[in-house]
């Protein structure tokens, strides 16, 4: 948490005339490609995306999600972002978060234009904005919080799986006269101001309706003075720094002096008024936006004062703060990077008006032990470079659902890579990672970790990223089946063979529920006939089905040869694992021999195996795995007639309009996601192509 440490010093102030140097692009000393760190940052937000819209990007692993927000309200409260690795909408972070990320737009736009990133990160502040002014409905009402924290951290899942009757996500605060929370509304305020100044050459009328709405709320959240609240997690402790953050960029966008007197009546009641200076040996954060309100002040009013003040802020980064062993800036334990990475941003952009390469240095040193010059030579952005964290704490990221109905594991490989987030980062002794998803002071991402490491790459790739770009980044990061079983043998003699099964929805595209789903196992009987007995001296029993699953009787198959099924069924939703533990016993024969049984092939005794021989079904209809006398499928193969060709593109086209049921879905589903669709047609397609 922070602490403000106001030191009442005599400082001889040096003037300095605050232009902006031109943006000298330079390889000295480069180290990484900046510009792929910088892609990946930005990318981080469409994980974090929510609402109604959610996978409308680039991740489509991502889905719509908590689209009832705001009702108990009766408003549509949808949209914003997730907080961190969890699902709660919290107010500070948000509003600090759409701040600093437009003001790393403001700033260094160029490199956003340049390097192919401005469409997105416009896109992810306005969706930021939409929020906003969904929230403020009118003058003297604004929500700031949707999701109670100690109730959605009981959850472990996808977000889009995280309905009502799972979790509950009241709209838990809003700034009234009667409960103010000027730091909320005065950064989201700037965070509206900043809006207006980035999108007024693009939309004149959304940009205006911004700023009438930062007005508005900097004049309500002036006006009731009071801390917001968060139910524990974001504890403010000021408010006069988000509000003089509001003004700066209400000045900034309007040149109404009243903004400027209205800050000098603020520091003066912070303490920092007339004389008085301040040693701010803190940085951009939620809690503390008085490092951005300085930096910006220096920028627009060159007083000396201001200079004098974020000179030695940047100073004591650069000479005094605590540093570790590998040589990282380290003022806090939780999150450390995401303060590091903050000041690397005031850094850069004081050091594009000062043209002191003292501060461009700092932050190169700064970003480059982040992205992997350090003792473990591993990255601290995910999906950067070769050895980076693998399980960040992230629920949407990790695709595991802990308890009903998934019945998974957080510690379980994640099913995603997130691409871009920046985690807490090592330790302040040894520069240790722990790269575990509990270990989360460490491994948590969030929103405000990443607002300034944006801002900060974009200043990287400013100055260092010369001509190079983005790497490609995949939209899913493997092809495995969605819909299968794993199971193994428990017990086995000439009397019963017992086995424990496991039913998966591993569905990615995005995470979904499921109803209707089944699988069948296929036993066969002969070694039963051919010592007299019948189908009818052979029982099925269920020890244990969990998510409602339930189990049928012998099944016939193909009587002529014996060949029987039983079928496990979960006809409400899953998703994730359900178990089945079932026995086929001859009690009375005594001469079951399950070695010939098709869906017992190549299961182990001592480990779960998936198996193609235990098929599995949706509705009745064949989505995985194969049945007894089918001959293998070829990808691609739609018609059946063992070539690959434009007819089976056909075929696939007519099937996708509703024309035509009559083709093999395993072969048409070409991704092995479980589902045919466009994306197999698009795989379909190339495949056909490559191969003239």
């Known amino acids: ?85 969890d699902h709660v909408k919290f107010g500070l972070p948000q509003a600090y978060a759409a701040s600093t990320l437009g003001w790393a737009y403001y700033e260094f736009k160029d490199s956003f234009v340049k390097k192919g990133q401005d469409k997105y990160m416009l896109n992810i502040l306005k969706h930021f904005t939409d929020y906003f002014l969904k929230c403020y409905p009118n003058k003297t009402t604004f929500y700031y919080q949707c999701g109670d924290g100690t109730t959605d951290h009981s959850y472990w899942g996808p977000p889009e799986l995280q309905t009502p009757d799972i979790t509950s996500r009241p709209t838990l605060y809003a700034a009234t006269p009667e409960k103010p929370a000027s730091d909320v509304c005065g950064s989201t305020a700037a965070a509206l101001a900043i809006m207006y100044l980035n999108y007024k050459d693009i939309d004149a009328d959304y940009a205006n309706k911004c700023l009438t709405a930062a007005k508005n709320l900097y004049d309500f959240g002036k006006t009731y003075k009071g801390l917001s609240q968060s139910g524990g997690f974001y504890g403010s402790t000021g408010y006069w720094d988000d509000l003089s953050w509001g003004a700066v960029w209400l000045y900034s966008a309007t040149n109404d002096n009243s903004y400027m007197n209205d800050i000098d009546s603020f520091l003066t009641a912070r303490g920092i008024g ?24 220096a920028e627009v ?6 200079k004098s003040i974020a000179e030695e802020n940047l100073n004591y980064w650069i000479k005094d703060a605590p540093t570790t062993k590998g040589g990282l800036k380290y003022i806090a334990s939780w999150g450390t990077l995401r303060y590091t990475a903050a000041e ?40 950067f470079g070769n050895n980076y964290p693998k399980y960040p704490h992230h629920r949407a990221a990790s695709g595991r659902m802990e308890g009903a109905p998934g019945y998974e594991k957080k510690t379980d490989p994640e099913k995603h890579l997130l691409y871009g987030a920046l985690v807490g980062g090592p330790d302040g002794t040894s520069d240790d990672y722990s790269d575990d998803v509990n270990q ?3 491994s948590e991402v969030a929103i405000d970790y990443n607002a300034g490491f944006v801002g900060a790459l974009a200043g990287m790739s400013n100055y260092y990223g010369g001509e190079d770009l983005p790497e490609a980044i995949p939209g899913i990061e493997a092809n495995t089946p969605q819909y299968y079983v794993e199971a193994n043998v428990m017990k086995e003699s000439n009397e019963e063979c017992t086995i424990q099964a496991f039913m998966h929805n591993d569905s990615l595209l995005p995470p979904h529920y499921e109803k209707g789903l089944s699988f069948r196992y296929y036993v066969d009987l002969s070694e039963v006939y051919k010592n007299g007995y019948t189908a009818a001296d052979v029982a099925v029993r269920a020890n244990y089905a969990a998510g409602g699953g339930s189990l049928s009787g012998l099944i016939p198959y193909d ?9 496990a069924s979960w006809p409400n939703q899953l998703y994730g694992k359900a178990e089945m533990q079932f026995a086929i016993t001859a009690y009375n024969a005594k001469c079951l021999d399950a070695s010939n049984d098709f869906s017992r092939q190549n299961l182990k005794g001592d480990s779960n195996v998936t198996s193609e021989n235990i098929p599995v079904y949706r509705n009745g209809v064949k989505i995985f795995g194969n049945e007894p006398g089918e001959s293998e499928v070829k990808a691609g193969d739609v018609n059946g007639d063992g070539v690959v060709n434009g007819r089976d593109l056909m075929e696939l086209r007519r099937y996708l309009a509703g024309n035509n049921n009559n083709i093999n879905l395993k072969a048409a589903d070409l991704n092995g996601d479980g589902i045919v669709n466009g994306r197999d047609l698009m795989l379909l397609t190339k495949l056909i192509s490559s191969s003239k």
Not at 352 to 364: E, G, I, P, R, V
Request: a negative charge; hydrophobic letters at 35%; charged letters at 25%.
């Open 344 to 383: 690397c941003m005031l850094a850069l952009v004081y050091y594009k008006y000062s043209n002191n390469k003292d501060y461009l240095d700092f932050a190169k040193s700064q970003i480059d032990y982040i992205l992997g010059s350090n003792p473990r030579n591993s990255s601290y952005e995910v999906g």
């Open 274 to 297: 007339g004389d008085n200076t301040y040693a701010n040996h803190w940085t951009q954060c939620w809690d503390d936006v008085f490092g951005g309100v300085f930096v910006r002040l």
């Open 1 to 85: 948490m922070k602490k403000f440490l106001a030191v009442v010093t005599t400082i001889f102030l040096i003037g300095m005339q605050m232009t902006p140097i031109k943006a000298a692009e330079s390889t000295e000393d480069k180290k990484y490609n900046y510009v792929d760190a910088f892609s990946k940052s930005i990318l981080f937000y469409e994980a974090n995306w929510c609402g109604a819209d959610a996978g409308n990007n680039r991740l489509k692993w991502r889905g719509p999600c908590h689209e009832e927000d705001g009702k108990d309200v009766g408003l549509d409260l949808t949209g914003g972002f997730h907080d961190a690795g």
């Open 440 to 442: 989360y002071v460490n």
């Open 301 to 306: 009013t060159n007083n000396a004062k201001y």
């Open 559 to 567: 009587e002529a040869k014996h060949i029987y099924y039983v079928e």
